[in-house]
Structure formats: C-alpha cells, structure tokens
C-alpha cells in the first residue's frame, strides 16, 4: 500500500493551496485519513482528518480555513487550505489509519510522503 501525496508549494500569505493523497497498491477499506503536519524539530500534529463517513474534524489552528473531503471509490482525500500564514510553513503529511489491502490478514496504517509548505509574508 502505498499513500501518494500531491499538492503544496511556496506562497504568499492570504493564498490558497489544495493537496491530495491516494492509497493504492490493493486497498480495499480504510478507516479514519487525514492530513497531519510536522514543524522543524517537533513532531507531527494533525491538521485535518476525516472518517470513511466523511465527518470531518479540524484542528483548532486551523479551524474555519480548511476543508477536508474524501472520495472513498477512490480512497482518496483532498484537503484545501486557505488565507495561509507563515505559522503554517511546515512539511505536510496524510496519514490513513485501519487499512485493510489484498493479501493481507490485517489492518495497517500508512503514512504518505511529506510535501513541504512554505507560506512567506
């Protein structure tokens, strides 16, 4: 299984900017998925995550300029994120937790590959 992340960038404070993240390689359920992000020398916060029922949950630093959605056909989220401030330079993360794959007896959680935000002011 892996978790592909796309999306991200360098902006200007007050920009927008949309990410997504698909698990592939034979997912066939996954429970909760989510965006988190980690600071330099901090460890990962979550900043968004979303239920296979869609009910989303946000962080409150991010409360009010984020939205996240899913696509569970393609078990993929997307989340938007807007009128971004310099505090929320970081390298962000999806995560999908309770993934069931063919060919395996289990659930597992997987996290995607960092893409980095950089917002200036």
């Known amino acids: 299984v892996q978790l592909q992340a796309s999306g991200g960038g360098s902006v200007q404070a007050g920009e927008s900017l949309r990410f997504s993240c698909e698990a592939s390689?034979?997912?066939?359920?996954?429970?909760?998925m989510g965006w988190y992000r980690q600071f330099p020398g901090t460890q990962r916060e979550m900043v968004a995550t979303?239920?296979?029922?869609?009910?989303?949950f946000y962080a409150d630093s991010v409360k009010g300029r984020v939205t996240i959605s899913r696509d569970n056909a393609k078990f993929t989220i997307n989340l938007e994120m807007h009128t971004l401030r310099p505090e929320d330079t970081a390298v962000y993360y999806c995560?999908?937790?309770?993934?069931?794959?063919?060919?395996?007896?289990?659930?597992?959680?997987?996290w995607g590959q960092g893409t980095q935000v950089t917002v200036s002011s």
């Open positions: 390689g034979g997912v066939m359920t996954a429970g909760v």
């Open positions: 995560r999908a937790l309770n993934v069931r794959a063919r060919g395996s007896s289990g659930l597992a959680d997987y």
């Open positions: 979303i239920t296979s029922r869609g009910s989303p």
